[in-house]
């Protein structure tokens, strides 16, 4: 398969941050877009910004990609290998199944559904599906987060004493959606599930989790701080929320403390973001290659596409894991009580 034909479906902030990033990606084509209230004939995205990666505003030539507000549309058409939903939370598990079971290949935003209930029917239908599904849990492949799971892996630096993950921001005005929790889940499952899906790939799944948080825009979790137990007993902690003061932007960061060195990552810092503190050695930044998380995890989408080798970096089973471990967490805030994972 020399050129994969990708789909994109929903043109919020997501939507176009996978178009910006699928055009860095060589060996593949939008050949559709489709979002069932604004759809941009004209391929003009500029009005459309976010919390992260470039502002530069897109224009898509339309030229060579087809635009719909129906998803049966590309759903028929033979010639779409690769339906890539960016849709609002709520319609996860509909869309995706209907992909699935017209055999398509299927990659979706996080989370993957509002509940874990849902999250585990997408994950039942995609175990019997012809095409490949995987959650687009994007720092799995984030650069600075893979070099961190590297040397966690490799024993660089010792063993991991702690982690503490965090990722906060200003309210996500650019979508009513986010501001809706029983259609987002709130910071929570929206935002700190990056996290909680990271320690879970560091670590593995957490057998008990502790949390405190509140609820102030949404009427969900707004903001959690959680400890996890963990095999191995390290102290992992992650903090997350979206109710910080407007202007304060967004920050995502951690700090792993190794037996031999300190490693610190604060994307605010710029090109400094990822910090070494190694045992009778100078401080040093490090640079990791690659490019964002986005273009990471769709390249290595098309990459299985084109192996005929199902998605293992990330999988459904781990997106559905993520929202589970969610759910405990938001019984924790509201219980007060340390909730076991099975």
Known sequence: MSTINVAIVGL???????????RQIPGVRIAAICDAVRLPVDGDFSSISGNVGTAEPLKLDMSKT????????????????????????????????????????VICEKPLARTAVLARDIVNAAASAKGFFMPAMCIRFWPDYVWMKQAMEQGTYGKVLAARFRRVAEPPG???????????????????IHDVDFVQYCFGRPKAVYATGYSQISGAIDHVVAQYKVDGGASVSAEGGWAMTIGFGFN???????????????????????????????????????????????????????????????????????????????????????????
């Open 66 to 105: 087809k635009a719909t507000k129906n998803l049966d549309d590309l759903l028929a058409d033979p010639t779409i290998d690769l339906i890539d939903l960016c849709v609002p939370t709520m319609a996860h598990p509909k869309l995706a199944i209907a992909s699935l079971k017209a055999g398509k290949h």
């Open 174 to 192: 650019w979508s009513k959606d986010f501001m809706d929790g029983a259609k987002s889940g709130g910071a929570i499952l929206d935002l700190h």
């Open 252 to 342: 995502m960061e951690f700090t792993v403390q190794f037996e031999n060195a300190t490693v610190d990552y604060t994307l605010v810092r710029g090109a400094d973001a990822l910090r070494l503190f190694e045992k009778g050695q100078p401080a040093r930044t490090i640079k990791p290659s690659g490019g964002d998380g986005y273009i990471g995890e769709l390249s290595y989408m098309l990459e299985c596409i084109r192996k005929k080798t199902p998605p293992s970096i990330v999988t459904g089973r781990d997106g559905a894991s993520a929202v589970e471990i969610c759910e405990a967490e938001e019984k924790s805030i509201k219980t007060g009580q340390v909730v076991k994972l099975n």
């Open 12 to 22: 919020g902030f997501m939507g176009v941050t996978h178009i910006k990033a699928y």
